[in-house]
């Protein structure tokens, strides 16, 4: 699972992490400089306090991680390291300060001394080797090809051939482009200087191991979404990290920060693993918040449904048929935003047409109806906020959705998906998704699609909880909501 990232990732992660503990270390001995370190040792807690340290460090690295600390075009620029380490440090503090309020008795955590002094050493010392001696050792390794990473480009137009100039034109990076990938032009056809063409696409596995590639960057545009798809398949079965730098994918940099190879976007693509592990603890969260979620809301739900009786007539709750994972339809519940018996023909040929034209109109961006006649007062309200899919919470304890995934669709959407529109649900829906947080009537339908592969793709849990926390000021906001 962990080959898809570069051996260097690693050492600069057990370098933070030792910087952390020893930063630790230092603020410890120096706040209790009058005890001997066998009377440290031998002190009430030692062992507990010590695996708590350790542990904490561990979570300070996911955190790092979160601030992109790790990304190459991160960690060769001074200021925005910077930048990101001052970040880290600070909501790793929080995060310290909030578990050591609930467990008293540790003199270390407790003391403000110790505090202090360990921010202090460890902002200098990951500064300090991180742009001063990491940054230089990596570029110098760069140059003198101990470090190297061997590159295969897929694919020979316009994008590729950026891609390529980019990365052979700067020795800094460690990139070797060995060859790029073509399915139409003839084997050693020369694109860029002295390099050519390799080989077809499938090829791919065997060209891999020949070259002893790492890397893959499939940078080919002029293409289908559905052609592309069936490229990243084929790459992601070998054994070199796949990215992707097609300007079929242009939202995802454009919606999410991602690592850039000298100025140049690359969207990692990482094998799909069917992890047992990450999906029973998807499960074992998804009810746990969806319970805590309905006793906490139990008064705004009973608030909004006297609302809903009292502007018109009809039941509290709407359930329609919805298509989930795979394609199997679910009863979907909402509050009713909509006049009891309309006729969803208006709905409905306005979603066929939409998706049938890729969901553009001549801005580029998700047509929307907008002052639907169905929809009551009230119900603009619940919609604006997103307050109507709440109810949605029943069907997250059922199993037919999850707090975090793409969107269920109507089964007359489904009727004109495209195949690879319908790989968007080759997992379990959402209540709100990649999608929701990122501008949603600002996206067309095809950039819809590709935000949710990318979370498919990228699923975990620390990009469930980002999702969840961004959703929250976009149903405050009433951001993109209709």
Not at 248 to 266: C, D, F, R, S, T
Not at 424 to 429: A, E, T
Not at 452 to 479: A, R
Request: hydrophobic share 45%.
């Amino acid at each position: 699972m962990f080959n898809k990232y570069p051996p260097y990732k690693f050492i600069l992660a057990f370098a933070d992490l030792a910087l952390l503990l020893i930063s630790f270390a230092l603020a410890v001995r120096l706040r209790f400089y009058e005890l001997s370190i066998s009377e440290l040792i031998n002190k009430d807690f030692f062992a507990l306090q010590a695996i708590f340290v350790f542990g904490y460090a561990l979570i300070w690295i996911v955190i790092f991680q979160h601030f992109h600390l790790y990304k190459i075009n991160i960690f060769l620029s001074v200021a925005d390291q910077i930048l990101a380490i001052i970040k880290s440090l600070i909501y790793g503090l929080v995060g310290m300060i909030v578990i050591s309020f609930f467990i008293k008795g540790l003199d270390w955590t407790d003391s403000r001394a110790v505090t202090f002094y360990f921010i202090v050493f460890s902002f200098v010392s990951i500064t300090l080797f991180r742009t001063v001696i990491f940054k230089n050792l990596f570029t110098l390794a760069a140059q003198k090809k101990i470090f190297q990473r061997k590159v295969l480009i897929i694919g020979t137009d316009k994008t590729a051939k950026m891609v390529a100039v980019q990365l052979e034109m700067d020795d800094s990076h460690g990139f070797h482009v060995v060859g790029f990938i073509d399915d139409k032009l003839p084997k050693d056809t020369r694109i860029f200087e002295d390099i050519k063409v390799v080989g077809k696409t499938n090829r791919l596995k065997n060209l891999v191991k020949r070259y002893e590639v790492e890397e893959i960057i499939i940078a080919q545009s002029e293409i289908t979404h559905q052609q592309l798809l069936e490229i990243i398949d084929r790459a992601k079965d070998t054994s070199a990290t796949v990215r992707l730098a097609s300007e079929l994918y242009n939202i995802i940099p454009e919606k999410v920060l991602v690592e850039k190879y000298l100025g140049v976007p690359v969207v990692l693509m990482p094998q799909n693993y069917d992890s047992v592990f990450f999906n029973v603890y998807k499960r074992v969260f998804d009810v746990v918040v969806a319970s805590l979620a309905l006793l906490v809301l139990s008064i705004p739900f009973l608030l909004i449904a006297v609302l809903i009786k009292l502007s018109s007539k009809g039941g509290i709750f709407y359930n329609q048929t919805r298509i989930g994972k795979d394609g199997n339809p679910f009863k979907f519940y909402k509050f009713r935003t909509m006049q009891m018996n309309n006729d969803d023909s208006i709905h409905r040929e306005f979603v066929q047409e939409l998706i049938q034209q890729n969901g553009e109109n001549k801005n580029g961006e998700i047509k929307k109806i907008t002052d639907d006649p169905r929809v009551t007062t009230i119900g603009k309200l619940l919609r604006k906020t997103s307050l109507d899919e709440l109810p949605q919470l029943f069907n997250v304890i059922k199993g037919d959705m999850s707090l975090v995934g793409p969107r269920p669709c109507m089964p007359y959407e489904w009727d004109v998906y495209e195949k690879w529109h319908q790989r968007r649900l080759s997992v379990i829906p959402g209540c709100t998704g990649l999608w929701q947080v990122s501008g949603r009537s600002a996206v067309d339908f095809n950039d819809m699609v590709i935000l949710d592969l990318f979370y498919i793709d990228n699923m975990s849990p620390l990009f469930d909880l980002k999702i969840m926390f961004k959703t929250i000021p976009v149903m405050l906001l009433g951001k993109g909501g209709y």
